[in-house]
Nanobody, 123 residues
Framework: QVQLVESGGGLVQAGGSLRLSCAAS????????AGWFRQAPGKEREFVAV????????NYEDFLKGRFTISRDNSENTVYLTMNSLKPEDTAVYYC????????????????WGQGTQVTVSS
């Protein structure tokens, strides 16, 4: 079993930056990818970005590319999401998830989810 714990969320002004962390523990050897999703109030959970643990290849939601960067530290079993130029519409709960597939973009291809971390961007 794999456990995921997100951290790094908080309140930030528009134009600011945050870095989210997702620490994985347990049986991560079978994983191929770690992804970030977000869910705003009243909206569906949406894909943000994903990274392949082994190759470091990445995939982003198109409209976020350029502002958000996903990265990983294999030695620490940690995935990061660096968010720059934040906008009020980025306000959401951000979730980390793990998958045995390579660079999946859909929720149903992820097996394990963290509890989420709140990001609030004020205008």
């Amino acid at each position: 079993q794999v456990q995921l714990v997100e951290s790094g969320g908080g309140l930030v002004q528009a134009g600011g930056s945050l870095r989210l962390s997702c620490a994985a523990s347990g049986r991560t050897a079978s994983w191929y990818s770690a992804g970030w999703f977000r869910q705003a109030p009243g909206k569906e959970r949406e894909f943000v970005a994903v990274i392949n643990w082994r190759s470091g290849n990445t995939n982003y939601e198109d409209f976020l590319k350029g502002r958000f960067t996903i990265s990983r530290d294999n030695s620490e079993n940690t995935v990061y999401l660096t968010m720059n130029s934040l906008k009020p519409e980025d306000t959401a709960v951000y979730y980390c998830a793990g998958s045995r597939f390579s660079l999946p973009r859909t929720r149903n291809m992820y097996e394990t989810w963290g509890q989420g971390t709140q990001v609030t961007v004020s205008s």
